[in-house]
């Protein structure tokens, strides 16, 4: 299946259920995080996904305009002022992995996590149930 197209998207986890969501303010270097809905989904749980050149794509927080980016480490996604780089691969049935640009890092839920809130984090090579996403048009 091809990427999606630009646009605003609700992005979902398939292993956990949870929804990356800002917290509306997404403090520069602060973590990404995950989290299950108790209600409708809202303004900060929604994403914009814009194609670059070629095959790359740049995700940011329709909510605040910060940007998922990667910790200097490569282990979290965190909010960053600048863009960064990612793959959006097919992972099947529209559902995808998330890959950062010039590394085999995916994006994978925290989900061993027992918080209300999970961190999105980076993980070589992985594209197991906790590295596949759903874009859900917003």
């Known amino acids: 299946m091809s990427p999606p197209f630009d646009g605003s998207y609700y992005i979902k986890n398939i292993a956990s259920g949870y929804f990356i969501t800002s917290d509306g303010k997404d403090s520069f270097s602060t973590p990404v995080s995950t989290i299950k809905p108790t209600s409708d ?42 863009e960064v780089a990612f793959k959006i691969l097919d992972a099947g049935e529209a559902l995808y992995n998330i890959r950062l640009d010039g590394a085999n890092l995916f994006w994978y839920d925290d989900i061993a996590s027992m918080q209300p809130l999970h961190m999105v984090l980076l993980n070589k090579g992985s594209t197991a149930d906790s590295a596949k996403w759903m874009f859900l048009d917003v």
């Open 41 to 82: 989904l809202n303004d900060k749980m929604s994403f914009n996904l814009r194609k670059g050149d070629g095959e790359w794509y740049f995700i940011s927080a329709n909510y605040s305009g910060a940007n998922v980016r990667a910790s200097s480490n490569g282990s979290t996604a965190i909010w960053r002022p600048n």
